[in-house]
């Protein structure tokens, strides 16, 4: 990806949540900015945010809840070993023959009417790569490298819209090809760089930034849709057991790892429900995110589609701190324009639009 600032490539999988198109935004913003050396990524997800500061040279703390998204961001943040070094290893790994496992048991098909998200040739790579892993006893670091480009290579093999809460009832074309495992691409580590998996609010109570990047999760603005409607860590739960390898009780037709479901996987910003006081949960998460944040400055990146409206957006940032500027971004027109803080953005229909607020505390 080429921008203002230099060249750089990010990597990810499908994601529902993913803001690869928004990076160049993001980058022109923070490059715009004086003095800034520490930054957060707070909902890394894929990490492709958290890749894109680490490569511009920021000391880049990268932090979700997800234990992929931990991976994920130690093999391109904290992983320095060279080329040569990681791909001895997949060499052996393609090398393997299938086995008959946990994988293919639950996730592998091999006929049209499976409605499974893998073809079982596939799934049985999976099952004998998977176990090899395990028994190299690499380092974390190294370990984070090989499974994530083992999650890439699933990634490009999947009979799925992009999550695994239901599957394709016909084979997708790319399920037809071999799982192929590839070295990630790495670079240089230029700064100090730290990969968190936690809560936000206690990363934020316990550090201090220049920047804070914020991508939260959100609740949707549908007051049709069910508070018990399935949740980001329930889309992605292969990718947890992926990298776990701990054959989790599963349930449902998607065959979703038992401690995904709504009761034991809900982020408050993604809640639909009000509080005792009439208020959306969600957005009095996000308030309280923003008001504990020590930070000079923090992007927050909000969807239309989002549990907040404008109004309501307006109210929680200008009682938090000072809007520098907002971005909206049209994905239909793939255009994006400042937008001042007045009634021509709180009235614009603001469809299928992604904004960007810059704040200054």
Avoid at 53 to 62: D, R, V
Avoid at 99 to 124: A, L
Wanted: include cysteine; hydrophobic fraction near 35%.
């Amino acid at each position: 990806m080429m921008d203002g600032y230099g060249k750089f490539t990010t990597q990810g999988i499908k994601y529902a949540g993913s803001k690869l198109k928004l990076i160049p935004y993001i980058v022109d913003i923070i490059c715009s900015l004086d003095n800034i050396k520490n930054v957060l990524d707070g909902f890394s997800g894929t990490t492709r945010v958290s890749q894109a500061f680490a490569q511009l040279g920021y000391n880049t703390t990268s932090n979700d809840i997800s234990v992929w998204s931990e991976v994920f961001a130690t093999c391109y943040l904290k992983a320095d070993k060279p080329t040569e070094f990681y791909q001895h290893i997949i060499d052996e790994l393609n090398s393997l023959n299938g086995i008959d496992g946990w994988f293919t048991e639950h996730y592998g098909g091999d006929d049209v009417s499976s409605k499974k998200p893998f073809q079982k040739k596939n799934t049985r790579k999976l099952d004998a790569i998977r176990c090899a892993i395990d028994k190299m006893q690499l380092e974390w670091e190294d370990k984070c490298v090989v499974l994530t480009s083992l999650i890439l290579a699933m990634d490009k093999v999947d009979s799925t819209l992009g999550h695994y809460a239901a599957y394709l009832s016909k084979w997708s074309k790319r399920s037809y090809n071999d799982l192929l495992l590839k070295v990630p691409y790495r670079y240089k580590v230029k700064g100090k760089n730290d990969v968190l998996r936690g809560d936000v609010f206690d990363v934020v109570q316990n550090d201090e930034f220049d920047f804070a990047y914020f991508d939260p999760p959100y609740g949707s603005n549908n007051d049709k849709m069910p508070s018990s409607r399935v949740r980001y860590q329930s889309y992605y739960h292969l990718w947890t057991s992926v990298i776990k390898n701990d054959h989790a009780e599963l349930f449902g037709k998607a065959a979703r790892r038992e401690d995904t479901r709504d009761k034991n996987a809900i982020s408050t910003f993604e809640e639909f429900r009000r509080d005792a006081d009439g208020k959306f949960i969600a957005l009095e998460a996000l308030k309280k995110l923003i008001d504990t944040t020590k930070s000079r400055y923090i992007l927050l990146s909000y969807s239309s589609g989002g549990r907040a409206t404008k109004e309501e957006l307006h109210d929680i940032i200008t009682q938090s701190g000072k809007l520098v500027f907002a971005k909206e971004i049209d994905y239909k027109k793939n255009v994006m324009s400042n937008m001042r803080w007045t009634n021509e953005w709180v009235n614009s229909d603001g469809a299928h639009h992604e904004y960007l607020f810059l704040m200054k505390k």
